[in-house]
């Protein structure tokens, strides 16, 4: 929940003017709904994708303050965030309701970045895997395997977010190498991303990694010059 309209104008246009376009990375941005329309028109035409930070479950009716997977659509967005760490904890999303809404953002064509991972106290009880496990069993029960393994997983361990300590690259590849066998046969072409203060300076190690695929951006997106350093780290990679 950060920006305003000058904000996100200037924005894009550092970012634009420094974008060359890629044929080796998928780059998709998450603005507020509210700003949605003002980035799909300047990104209209490129290969940048548009998404939402989050769906409701349902389609339509007396959800006040809600918007809908076919809300976004009609706004441009291509993908929609489900289930960050922030959704969990602050407004209490449990397992059951995150499935809900891979499931109706499948069914509208967005395409799901399901959002996993552990607290301090799972990491130090040694709950990691189970804690993940029953995030991501709880999605492929509901939608099965072939449309889980169709979206894209992020793996950000609440421990890491805003805390300017990222996982190590040991640490997110075991969890990143976890989920892909969670996944199933399937899984070996579903893209695992990391997110939990990744950032210009520990971008490169981690996408150095067998199993970490890209990033989940947090704080640093809000700099264009550092978001676009993090692209380029990516590509090399």
């Known amino acids: 929940m950060n ?66 997977s076919q809300m976004l659509r009609d706004l441009g967005c291509q993908m929609v965030l489900i289930g960050h760490s922030e959704r969990r904890i602050n407004f209490l999303e449990d397992n059951d309701t995150i499935a809900a809404k891979y499931h109706v953002a499948c069914a509208a064509d967005l395409t799901p970045i399901l959002c996993v991972g552990e607290s301090s106290d799972h990491r130090d009880s040694g709950s990691t895997f189970d804690v993940i496990s029953e995030q991501i069993y709880s999605v492929k029960n509901l939608v099965g395997e072939n449309v889980l393994c169709a979206g894209v997983i992020a793996y950000e361990p609440v421990w890491a977010i ?21 996944l199933g046969p399937k899984g070996k072409q579903t893209q695992i991303i990391y997110g939990g203060s990744l950032n210009r300076d520990n971008a490169r190690a981690l996408f150095a990694e067998r199993d970490i695929d890209g990033g989940l951006v947090g704080g640093a997106s809000l700099h264009a010059e550092h978001f676009l350093e993090i692209i380029r780290q990516a590509e090399d990679a």
């Open 162 to 182: 805003g805390s300017g300590v990222a996982a190590s690259p040991e640490q997110a590849q075991e969890v990143h190498s976890c989920i892909r066998d969670l």
């Open 3 to 68: 920006g305003s309209i000058a904000m996100a104008s200037d924005f894009l246009d550092r970012f634009i003017n420094h974008w060359n376009g890629s044929d080796r990375v998928d780059v998709g941005l998450f603005p507020p709904s509210v700003y949605v329309s003002q980035f799909e028109q300047s990104l209209r035409g490129s290969s940048i994708k548009v998404g939402g930070q989050n769906i409701a479950t349902e389609m339509e009716g007396a959800f006040t303050g809600e918007v809908s």
